[in-house]
């Protein structure tokens, strides 16, 4: 019988793949090659760390227009969203009420006026008929006393005597009388000056209301549309006067931004070193930003910083002002300001992409003889799309900046060359503070710089 052999040979052949597997799992598998990583050296300018703000646009003038006096409107002259100068006509009220309380405030001029010289008539007579009253006196003393020498000679009659000495009396009394016409005279004349200033008073207010009913401009600016039309009544005076529009002065602008308590103590920090001047003495220039905008177009300098911090937000308010010839920008943008928060200095920056975290900690790789090194880094804000690195890198270390994932402290890596390009942010590596000559003011219009050179305070923002 051949049945067993068969049996025999397939044993053989199991035996022999079993000792073929056993010696393959002894080679084990092949060595891995070195991590590929790009590597770079980090950027070395200098910088100027600038905070970033979101910030509000408003008006430096806004003017609710009203009517001082009520009546008809009778005629609108403005075309309505355009620019209007100080002074130019705006509204007219039916003048004609106005016009009539003139002329009669006029005519009582002109009756106090007659009154006047009436009275200034009076004392004049007042004064005659004192003179006159003098006279009397003076004739009847004369004849009292002729009388009382003849009485004593006996060449007159004591009827004679007692009719001069009553005529005397009577001499006395017309005195007496003359003078009161003349007080009488003087109270008249006052009288008629007060009406006269009682009048003058009447025609002022009265010119008043006829130059109120004119409407016209306060500011220079950009009118609003026309919130009454023609033929309408409308109240005028303090308590609840007629809104007519609303005007907005276009150029310069303010933009005002908040900034926390964290903040405010650094700028109050760097002051205090003199690092950094505080806007509360040096114009510190302003660079701002509206939402289309990929840069920071618009210039303008610091103006204004609150005095306290608001206890329902916990910031402080500051304002920069900034020309607007062009009139981009608009009362109630947001915008995007940003204002130096450091003096210029040589910095070290890196890509985000090259700083890897550890909980709370931040780290970068350096390549050092093909091999791996760990660092720890302290960074800061983003200048020209890198990070600053505060501390643990000089700037001429070789820098891993891509493959951090598969590195490892004290691997040995190959190392291919790349590059750190640098994104200009449109902001300037230094600054200056704006000279008081170009300032921006209310009245003085677009005129836009960087602040003149003041000693540091110690307890500023900005």
Partial sequence: MNTPRPRFTTFLSLVTLLLIGCDRGQQGPPPRPPVTVTVAKPITKKIV????????????????????????????????????????????????????????????????????????????EAEAQRLQADAGVQLADARVRRARTLMQRNATSAEELDQREAEYLQAKADTEAARAGIRSAQAMIETAKAAIEA???????????????????????????????????????????????????????????????????????????????????AKNPVFLGLVDETGFPHTGHMDFVDNRFDVD?????????????????????????RIPGSSAYEAVLIPDSSIGTDQAS?????????????????????????????SGLVGDETLVTEGLLQARPEM????????????????PDDYESVPRNEWLTPDTGSKSGTAVAHPPATGDFS
Avoid at 107 to 116: E, H, I, N, R, T
Avoid at 241 to 258: K, R
Avoid at 316 to 336: H, K, T, W
Avoid at 413 to 419: D, F, H, L, Q, S
């Fill in 313 to 337: 937000t916990a910031s402080m308010r500051a304002r920069c002002i900034l020309s607007n010839e062009d009139q981009v920008l608009l009362p109630g943008m947001f915008a995007r300001v």
């Fill in 49 to 124: 760390e600038w905070d970033s703000y979101t910030g509000r646009l408003e008006p430096i003038e806004f003017v609710e227009i009203r009517a001082r006096v009520s009546g008809y409107l009778k005629s609108i002259h403005f075309d309505e969203g355009q620019i209007v100068n100080e002074g130019d006509l705006l509204f007219v009220i039916d003048p004609r009420p106005f016009q009539a309380d003139l002329d009669s405030a006029k005519a009582a001029m002109s009756q106090a006026k007659s009154q006047l010289q009436q009275a200034e008539a009076g004392m004049g």
């Fill in 362 to 390: 931040q780290f970068v790789y350096v390549v050092n003889d093909s091999v791996i090194e760990r660092r720890a880094v302290k960074v800061g804000p983003i200048v020209d799309g890198l990070r600053v690195v505060r």
């Fill in 199 to 281: 009048a003058q008073a009447g025609i002022d207010t009265a010119q008043l209301n006829l130059d109120y009913a004119r409407i016209t401009s306060p500011i220079t600016g950009r009118i609003s549309r026309e919130y009454v039309n023609e033929g309408n009544l409308i109240s005028g005076g303090t308590a609840s006067p007629t809104l007519l529009t609303t005007i907005t002065s276009v150029d310069p602008i303010y933009c005002t931004f908040d900034a926390n308590e964290q903040e405010v103590l650094k700028y109050i920090r760097l002051a205090a070193s003199g690092e950094r001047q505080s806007s509360r003495v």
């Fill in 412 to 427: 040995e890596v190959k190392t291919i060359e790349g590059t750190i390009e640098v994104v200009e942010d449109g902001l």
